[in-house]
């Protein structure tokens, strides 16, 4: 069974940071291209940044510089470091495995981000 964990979540201070982690399981991680996606309330899901299985990184302009994805092979698990906290950053983050033959969800984790 393939199970994405999300963990890190929580309120934060404008200014502030936060480490988000998702942990794979029932799936070779390394394989996949993985994600975070964030949804706002009222707003559709929205990439926040990517990493390939090769490493290669790709982020939205709005989180440019402040955020920084990471994945290590050796613990199945994917980072997703994020400084300089707006609060417009609020919303449900996801974690997403993907290839081109599947595509896996966590269950999201909320981070807030206000004073």
């Known amino acids: 069974q393939v199970q994405l964990v999300e963990s890190g979540g929580g309120l934060v201070q404008p200014g502030g940071s936060l480490r988000l982690s998702c942990a794979v399981s029932g799936i070779i991680s390394h394989l996949y291209n993985m994600g975070w996606y964030r949804q706002a309330p009222g707003k559709q899901r929205e990439l926040v940044a990517t990493i390939t299985s090769g490493g290669s990184t790709n982020y939205a302009d709005s989180v440019k510089v402040r955020f920084t994805i990471s994945r290590d092979n050796a613990r199945n698990t994917v980072y997703l470091q994020m400084n300089s906290l707006k609060p417009e950053d609020t919303a449900v983050y996801y974690c997403?495995?993907?290839?081109?033959?599947?595509?896996?969800w966590g269950q999201g984790t909320q981070v807030t981000v206000s004073s």
């Open positions: 997403n495995a993907a290839t081109t033959f599947a595509s896996y």
